[in-house]
């Protein structure tokens, strides 16, 4: 698993992401949700890319930095201050949901969104652990 | 008998409307008869059913004074589909949903009730405050606009390799203000990951393009029937601006927008929402009941 040092700007994103797999192997429920999820993710914030690769669940590997080929099943991608807003510990109302975002078309969901659209509890509890207060 | 048994009451109800045969659920609580409470009719949100009310329809502050009655739409919770919908697509529209629940009010012989109605039920207030004015002795919309922009592809709700229950809580879930008590909240979710295939998706079609009420606002007589509008301060689906827009279209409309709550305020929160509605209530209560003596 290689996680740098690279988005400090983002407050504990760093912090958060080099713990997300151990966080995830200690909640069973998301486990369970995510036990048929085999994918790979990409988060574009700003001009970083994060690559989370799921296996049965599990983060399996994350790569991070500015990616010159990045290949993911689907991206999620949007603006750092969106991305800040959105990881906030305790957003304010309209800011506390990935579709919110969406709506607003702050942020884009691209590529083949089926992994996404079929685990949508999955993925919303794995940004809630990025955001370190699972809801 | 050492078990408690809530004052709620489950009945069905057979109707015939526009042709088709109709087996409806409906749950009750509170006085009726001609000296009973104000029948205050509730309707569920899309892909959702009546449970979503179990909170109204035990809190005694209501049922003192008004009857509560909620009904499950057809397809929906335990009333059944009409005969032959195995082979057609469902969708409600502003026609059928306006349609069945004067059916149903007609059928229980309701003299001008008050409806209350959530998200789609939120919408179809307005077009009954429209169509049916003088049947009502008022109206309240939960989670209203007059219009929704998609912000999804509701054509992920129905198809065979996703789990229509898991995706309609996953779309909805974040609709849930994060204050809402877990157990309220994952009920809540519940109630959508039980809806039939392809019901949230044909709701949708009233919510997003069949029910758009825009233009019409400035129709809606409100001396003729008030109209009450309350909106969770989370929700961003009928987002409290949606809200504020249609108050601000329909003269005389009353707006609450309600702190801590979201998209299901009588399901997520019950006891926050009844300390935002029974002020409402207590207005229509004292606006003269032609039930209630003096």
């Not at chain 1, 991070?64 to 603006?79: D, K």
């Not at chain 2, 809606?220 to 008030?226: F, G, N, S, V, Y």
């Not at chain 2, 809200?243 to 009588?266: C, D, N, Q, S, Y």
Request: hydrophobic share 40%; net charge negative.
């Amino acid at each position: 698993m290689t996680v740098a040092a690279g988005l400090a700007h983002l407050g504990d994103f760093d912090r958060h992401l080099a713990r997300l797999a151990e966080r995830i192997d200690r909640d069973p429920a998301l486990l369970r949700r995510g036990r048929h999820l085999n994918t790979t993710w990409q988060l574009d914030i700003g001009d970083n890319t994060v690559l989370l690769r799921i296996i049965d669940g599990r983060i399996a590997d994350i790569r991070q930095g500015p990616v010159v080929t990045p290949s993911a099943a689907f991206a999620i991608s949007g603006e750092t201050a969106v991305w800040r807003r959105l990881l906030a510990a305790d957003p304010p109302p309209g800011d506390h949901d990935l579709f919110a975002f969406v709506k607003r078309r702050e942020l884009r969901l691209t590529g083949d969104l089926h992994p996404l659209m079929s685990h949508l509890l999955y993925f919303k509890g794995v940004l809630g652990h990025l955001r370190g207060a699972v809801r | 008998m050492k078990g408690a048994i809530e004052p709620v009451v489950g009945r069905y109800l057979h109707l015939d409307h526009a042709g088709r045969h109709y087996r409806i659920y409906f749950e009750t609580a509170g006085p009726d008869g001609p000296k009973g409470g104000i029948p205050l009719v509730c309707l569920h949100t899309a892909g959702s059913d009546t449970r979503q009310y179990r909170g109204l329809l035990n809190a005694a502050s209501v049922t003192d004074r008004f009857q509560v009655i909620a009904f499950d739409l057809p397809f929906h919770g335990k009333s059944s589909p009409p005969a032959g919908w195995h082979n057609e697509e469902y969708r409600l529209t502003a026609d059928s949903y306006t349609g069945i629940i004067m059916a149903f009010i007609a059928a229980l012989g309701l003299e001008r009730p008050v409806v209350m109605g959530c998200s789609i039920g939120g919408r179809v207030v307005l077009h009954l405050a429209l169509r049916h004015k003088r049947s009502f002795r008022a109206l309240i919309g939960l989670e209203s606009a007059a219009h929704v922009d998609p912000y999804y592809d509701t054509s992920w709700l129905h198809r065979p390799d996703v789990h229509g229950g898991e995706i309609a809580a996953g779309v909805v879930s974040g609709l849930v203000a994060p204050q809402a008590p877990e157990a309220e909240r994952w009920e809540t979710l519940w109630h959508y990951m039980q809806s039939g295939p392809g019901v949230f998706k044909g709701d949708l079609y009233f919510y997003g393009i069949d029910g758009d009420v825009r233009g019409e606002l400035g129709n809606i007589d409100t001396a003729q029937c008030p109209l009450y509008l309350l909106t969770g301060e989370y929700d961003y689906s009928c987002s409290p601006e949606d809200t504020l827009a249609v108050a601000r279209a329909v003269a005389g409309a009353k707006v609450t927008i309600m702190k801590e709550l979201g998209h299901f305020p009588m399901s997520e929160n019950p006891d926050l929402f009844l300390s935002y509605l029974e002020p409402v209530l207590d207005e229509i209560a004292a606006g003269g009941s032609i039930y209630i003596e003096a």
